[in-house]
């Protein structure tokens, strides 16, 4: 990350304060992809400097010093402004994180929008048929008119809370690191997301039609009918290409219906495990996530595989409102002095489109 979302660029408001929080965005990667090392320092030394930077913008925005406590680190920690002020720098953390954890393979089938507090998103659903052309002549002056209406959709965001309860104290004096906290948060509210935008999207294929010209929805995989719903997605969405997208066990099926073929063990599908291409139609892999409710439990379905044009318009639209905010509980309420706080999140999810999908069930 290079650059900063503007609501965090307007909390950091010096050129030195924004330079911490992006250094912050490359430590947290950092132990999100389990490095033991970033750049020429040791996890152990940069877990040391992110903390001494998380104490030094807790006494910029308090407006109090670890020195006037006579650097009595127990008592500043449990400072109820202090508390509060370290809870909103992490909640603002998380804003600078999560964007980037969303864009992934969700990119593929949702759009994510950024509004300030208090908006909603608005969404315009444009026409996907042309005008009318008619035959004309010589004595005809005009001609059958058809005006193309445009359809309007509007997302209210709901709060979302995250209730944590971590020792202030360990985090600035090291025993608990700092990205472990903030990724675990931000992992928190990007499952949450994928939930969401999966089971919008999930809902919204299921009620396609299964018959006739309209049918958009396939039970049992052929490969005539991967290819000519493709080709229907592909030609009602302005031509804009479709593409299959599927988890790793539902896209590793997709193999030419021939027994004449073969693989180079040296090959992509070898390396890769699965199909890149399928007759022209790029194959993408939406990655698979556990599903928290049931233990060991598997999110997304490893029996369908879906067909989307994503350059023609987005399936799932995604408004997040404003910042995380943070609530902490009163001074001293817990006997082990830990820190109860809630962060919350407002977002919502919906399914407004013009664009053409469809749905291949394998079995």
């Known amino acids: 990350m290079n650059r900063l979302p503007i609501a965090v660029a307007n909390f950091a408001t010096t050129d030195e304060r924004k330079e911490g929080y992006l250094k912050m965005a490359e430590y947290c990667a950092a132990f999100s992809a389990g490095k033991t090392s970033l750049g020429e320092k040791t996890f152990a030394e940069a877990d040391k400097i992110m903390s001494d930077w998380f104490l030094n913008e807790i006494e910029f925005m308090s407006g109090k010093k670890l020195e006037n406590f006579s650097g009595n680190l127990e008592v500043f920690a449990n400072l109820g402004d202090v508390q509060q002020v370290g809870f909103a720098i992490l909640g603002i953390a998380t804003d600078l994180i999560l964007p980037d954890t969303l864009s992934n393979d969700l990119g593929h089938i949702s759009e994510l929008k950024f509004g300030a507090f208090g908006e909603t998103l608005k969404i315009d659903m444009k026409p996907r048929d042309l005008f009318v052309v008619s035959k004309g002549g010589r004595n005809k002056r005009s001609f059958d008119l058809k005006r193309q209406f445009m359809g309007t959709a509007t997302i209210v965001p709901e ?5 944590v309860g971590v020792s202030l104290y360990d985090i600035l004096t090291g025993a608990y690191s700092l990205a472990e906290f903030i990724m675990k948060a931000v992992r928190s509210l990007e499952v949450q997301f994928r939930y969401d935008i999966y089971d919008a999207f999930s809902t919204a294929v299921k009620t396609l039609a299964t018959s006739g010209d309209t049918q958009l929805q396939f039970a049992g995989y052929t490969q005539d009918d991967a290819i000519k719903l493709a080709q229907k997605v592909t030609a009602w969405n302005g031509g804009a290409r479709a593409i299959f997208l599927g988890t790793k066990l539902a896209i590793s099926k997709m193999l030419p219906a021939s027994s004449n073929y ?4 040296g090959s992509e599908y070898a390396r890769v495990g699965h199909v890149r ?80 999908a469809g749905v291949i069930t394998l079995s």
């Open 277 to 356: 291409e399928f007759f022209g139609f790029d194959v993408l892999e939406l990655e698979q996530i556990a599903d928290y409710t049931t233990e060991f439990k598997l999110k997304l379905n490893d029996e369908e595989i879906y067909v989307i044009s994503p350059l023609s318009d987005k399936i799932v639209k995604c408004f997040v409102e404003g910042s995380t905010l943070s609530n902490v509980n009163g001074n001293f309420a817990n006997a082990n002095l830990q820190v109860g706080a809630d962060l919350s999140k407002s977002w919502g999810v919906g399914v407004y489109t013009s664009a053409l």
């Open 159 to 163: 709060r979302h809370v995250i209730s």
């Open 262 to 265: 073969r693989f180079d063990l």
